[in-house]
């Protein structure tokens, strides 16, 4: 009969095979981020090799939980109970990391300059991308509508002499184009910049609680790993049947 007992043992491999599936679609979806971060990277954007030595350990560690539970190797949990260990450590750290992150980023689009729009000008899709963003959220420019030159695009017209309905993160208040330029009369006051972060403010809140969730998981995984070792030296030592799951 088994050494750890049934109950516990399938809802150890349960999660584990959930997690397997996590870290799975982690890794598809680090490797569509990938595209969008070199976009971002003029805002001081982190880069995505972290996320990559995340996905693969989630879904490795994993796959050394299933083994160890089912092969109910006392070794083998020995080994996932450290990582599990070590991983709310390290998920601890990263969230503190992303936390520290988000506060840098937004320092860099609270003092964004020309520069930072220069990407976007001189790339013609991602001169599209800005009008697209411009029509739907209600701003203009990525710093404010000199971004654009001389000719101004009609994606920042603002209509309705400054009644326009504020979009996430922009206000949508309107304001006379600059002298000596081209385009609307009216356009957007304020710039993409502040629309851009909120988005991105988005993802980083997200991932705050990604990993401090992750954190007390790793935790309750040390936990369970460890009744499990203790399940198996019991068996080992009295060298009876498996162990029924109200004595713990």
């Not at 003029?42 to 693969?56: H, K, M, Q, R």
């Not at 350990?57 to 092969?71: E, M």
């Not at 309107?174 to 909120?198: D, H, L, M, W």
Request: with cysteine; charged share 15%.
């Amino acid at each position: 009969m088994g050494k750890i007992n049934g109950c516990l043992k399938c809802l150890f491999i349960f999660f584990n095979v959930l997690f397997a599936i996590l870290g799975c679609l982690l890794i598809y979806g680090t490797v569509k981020v990938t595209a969008y971060s070199l976009q971002l990277s003029a805002f001081g954007t982190p880069g995505l090799g972290w996320a990559w030595v995340f996905s693969l350990g989630v879904l490795g560690i994993s796959c050394l939980g299933i083994y160890a539970g089912c092969s109910e190797n006392a070794l083998a949990l020995k080994i996932f109970a450290g990582f599990m260990g070590v991983g709310m450590i390290i998920m601890l750290i990263v969230g503190i990391i992303v936390v520290v992150a988000r506060n840098k980023i937004r320092d860099g689009f609270q003092n964004t300059s020309a520069e930072v729009a220069k990407p976007f000008m001189e790339d013609e899709g991602l001169r599209q991308l800005l009008e697209g963003l411009q029509k739907a959220v209600h701003c203009c420019g990525v710093v404010s509508s000199g971004d654009w030159g001389d000719t101004i695009p009609q994606s920042c017209e603002c209509t309705y002499g400054g009644r326009e309905l504020a979009v996430f993160g922009a206000s949508g208040r309107c304001k006379a184009r600059p002298a000596g330029t081209a385009g609307p009369e009216q356009i957007y006051e304020e710039p993409c910049s502040n629309v851009i972060f909120s988005y991105v403010d988005l993802i980083f809140k997200f991932a705050m609680g990604f990993f401090f969730g992750f954190t007390v998981t790793a935790l309750l995984g040390l936990l369970v790993c460890l009744l499990m070792i203790h399940q198996v030296k019991r068996h080992d030592m009295a060298g009876g049947a498996s162990i029924p799951m109200k004595g713990y």
